[in-house]
């Protein structure tokens, strides 16, 4: 059974620093695509990274050059280091897997439960 579990959430002031981690299990976890989207009140959800099956990565443009996308195989663990964190960057992160997974939300089949960030201005 594939499971996705977020942590590295909080609170920090702008210009501050955060590491979001996403531990799964259950699936082929070097071979997947996978992702971070954001979703604030009120709005769509929206890719923010994402690692494809294929090895290539991308970044959404609000946060290109602020934010790193990794994968640790060895932990079964996929990263998002995200630095020079503005109040924009609120919402709540989602991480996501899926064999074919590419861009939209509607790609990926497996989800995480969230982890809140929020930045102060």
């Known amino acids: 059974q594939v499971q996705l579990v977020e942590s590295g959430g909080g609170s920090v002031q702008a210009g501050g620093s955060l590491r979001l981690a996403c531990v799964g299990s259950g699936y082929s976890f070097s071979t997947y695509s996978m992702a971070w989207f954001r979703q604030l009140e009120g709005n769509e959800r929206r890719g923010v990274a994402a690692?494809?099956?294929?090895?290539?990565?991308r970044y959404e443009e609000s946060v290109e050059g602020r934010f790193t996308i990794s994968k640790d195989n060895a932990k079964n663990t996929l990263y998002l280091q995200m630095t020079s964190l503005k109040p924009e960057d609120t919402a709540m992160y989602y991480c996501?897997?899926?064999?074919?997974?590419?861009?939209?939300?509607?790609?990926?089949?497996?989800w995480g439960q969230g982890t809140q960030v929020t930045v102060s201005s």
């Open positions: 996501a897997a899926d064999p074919y997974g590419g861009d939209d939300p509607d790609e990926y089949n497996y």
């Open positions: 690692v494809y099956s294929d090895g290539t990565t």
